[in-house]
């Protein structure tokens, strides 16, 4: 990947959003749930006051609001801060 963040960010892949329906009812993307999980794809070196303690493969959760979405070669990405990291799965 050509994408690397910079001191304590990190760059995460959502999963994908669970869509649900019922009775027919069609869900438009802006009401689906925004994921709160997803796979670090590349960390920062961190900074002088706080190490890089995540590393590339982890899979995390995060806030709801957490990070910036941007796309980058057509596919949506989270970049972070590793503060905003809640816990690693597993």
Partial sequence: MNLKPLADR???QP???EE???SGIIIPDS???KPLKG???AVGKGTKDEEMVLKEGD???YGKYAGTEIEFEGVKY???RQSDVFAVIG
């Fill in 10 to 12: 990190v760059l995460i």
């Fill in 15 to 17: 999963t994908a959003a």
């Fill in 20 to 22: 649900v329906t019922m």
């Fill in 31 to 33: 009401a689906k749930e």
């Fill in 39 to 41: 796979k670090i794809l």
């Fill in 59 to 61: 899979e995390v959760l």
């Fill in 78 to 80: 989270l970049i972070m």
